[in-house]
């Protein structure tokens, strides 16, 4: 499979996690070919995948960057390391998208988020529009976390039962817009790629 003729595309890296992704992982690649992206601009993370799944998308899917790690690393250490190989590039793409292996990019996507960032040409990091394959709208935001809510829990099992114990919200409502929670470390290496200029894409 080849990228279409779509300039948009050119200007984008993409970074896919994977983890025993299956056909899904494919699915997800080939929406991205169809948006315009070269296969040597789209990342693929795999955390030691035992489903067949890359050597699948291979024999499908021609040209692409594919990092192996040999065990299951995590996703935030996973996109650390697309991140770094895509800011490392002798040219660099303008953008950048993380893209979830379970997603498909919609026809216009990435025209849609060119468009927004060449009009807030401040913006710097922008988060699409999530929906189920039926259409329905999937909630894709949730309270940012401070640090005593990524640190706490991990040791709320070793508190005496007589202490209250605290639920940490996973999501807000959707009458607020706030930002995606996501992990810490994901957190510090978005920031220290923007600051290698440039603009960040979350499909997550």
Same mark, same amino acid.
């Given at each position: 499979? @080849?990228?279409?003729?779509?300039? $948009?595309?050119?200007?984008?890296?993409?970074?896919?996690?994977?983890?025993?992704? +299956?056909?899904?992982?494919?699915? *997800? $690649?080939?929406? #991205? $070919?169809?948006?315009? $992206?070269?296969? !040597?601009?789209?990342?693929?993370?795999?955390?030691?995948?035992?489903?067949?799944?890359?050597?699948?998308?291979?024999?499908?899917?021609?040209?692409?960057?594919?990092?192996?790690?040999? *065990?299951?690393?995590?996703?935030?250490?996973? #996109?650390?390391?697309?991140?770094?190989?895509?800011?490392?590039?002798?040219? %660099?793409?303008?953008? /950048?998208?993380?893209?979830?292996?379970?997603?498909?990019?919609?026809?216009?996507?990435?025209?849609?988020?060119? !468009?927004?960032? +060449? @009009?807030?040409?401040? /913006?710097?990091?922008?988060?699409?529009?999530?929906?189920? %394959?039926?259409?329905?709208? =999937?909630?894709?935001? !949730?309270?940012?976390?401070?640090?005593?809510?990524?640190?706490?829990?991990?040791?709320?099992?070793?508190?005496?039962?007589?202490? %209250?114990?605290?639920?940490?919200?996973?999501?807000?409502?959707?009458?607020?817009?706030? %930002?995606?929670?996501?992990?810490?470390?994901? =957190?510090?290496?978005?920031?220290?790629?923007?600051?290698?200029?440039?603009?960040?894409?979350?499909?997550?």
């Amino acid at each position: 499979m @080849t990228a279409s003729a779509n300039s $948009v595309g050119a200007r984008f890296s993409v970074v896919i996690a994977n983890y025993n992704g +299956g056909a899904m992982l494919e699915e *997800c $690649v080939c929406s #991205v $070919v169809r948006e315009g $992206v070269p296969a !040597a601009r789209i990342i693929i993370v795999d955390n030691g995948s035992q489903d067949g799944s890359i050597d699948n998308l291979q024999r499908n899917v021609d040209g692409l960057s594919i990092i192996h790690n040999s *065990c299951n690393a995590g996703f935030a250490k996973a #996109v650390n390391q697309g991140i770094n190989l895509a800011v490392s590039a002798a040219s %660099p793409s303008e953008f /950048l998208l993380l893209l979830n292996n379970d997603a498909q990019l919609e026809p216009g996507a990435l025209q849609a988020f060119a !468009a927004g960032f +060449g @009009t807030l040409p401040n /913006l710097a990091i922008a988060g699409g529009q999530l929906r189920y %394959p039926g259409g329905r709208l =999937q909630s894709a935001f !949730a309270p940012f976390p401070s640090v005593a809510e990524e640190i706490l829990p991990r040791f709320e099992r070793h508190l005496p039962r007589s202490l %209250p114990q605290k639920n940490y919200p996973a999501e807000s409502d959707r009458s607020r817009v706030r %930002p995606r929670r996501m992990p810490l470390r994901s =957190q510090f290496h978005l920031a220290r790629a923007r600051i290698a200029g440039r603009r960040l894409l979350l499909f997550l």
